[in-house]
Nanobody, 123 residues
Framework: QVQLVESGGGLVQPGGSLRLSCAPS????????MGWYRQAPGKRRELVAV???????TYADSVKGRFTIFMENAKNSVYLQMNSLKPEDTAVYYC?????????????????WGQGTQVTVSS
């Protein structure tokens, strides 16, 4: 019943910035981690960035120093700030989370994917 709702994608020029947002639509008891993946045409889905409940972050080498992932705990949301965008960053970006839904008799970690949001970097 928990879904991830993504927003913030769009068209941006090389060197520009964009911020992606991801928020759960249902009740969540707790998060294990949240992250962003992307898939370009003809390529496999790849990890972009991930953040754990403890605040530890991991980035793909291709985005390190340009992208920043962070969470807003009060809103249970995760964001991806993308700066110095390059044409090769063009892809569909997917939010991913390992979380424990609320209202379960037995608490269990579920992995959930968002529907994706298109990011296009072009002049």
């Amino acid at each position: 019943q928990v879904q991830l709702v993504e927003s913030g994608g769009g068209l941006v020029q090389p060197g520009g910035s964009l911020r992606l947002s991801c928020a759960p639509s249902g009740n969540v008891f707790s998060f294990k981690n949240m992250g962003w993946y992307r898939q370009a045409p003809g390529k496999r889905r790849e990890l972009v960035a991930v953040i754990t409940s403890g605040g530890s972050t991991t980035y793909a080498d291709s985005v390190k120093g340009r992208f920043t992932i962070f969470m807003e705990n009060a809103k249970n949301s995760v964001y991806l700030q993308m700066n110095s965008l390059k044409p090769e960053d063009t892809a569909v970006y997917y939010c991913n989370s390992e979380l424990v839904p609320a209202g379960m008799v037995v608490a269990e970690v579920h992995e959930i994917w968002g529907q994706g949001t298109q990011v296009t970097v072009s002049s």
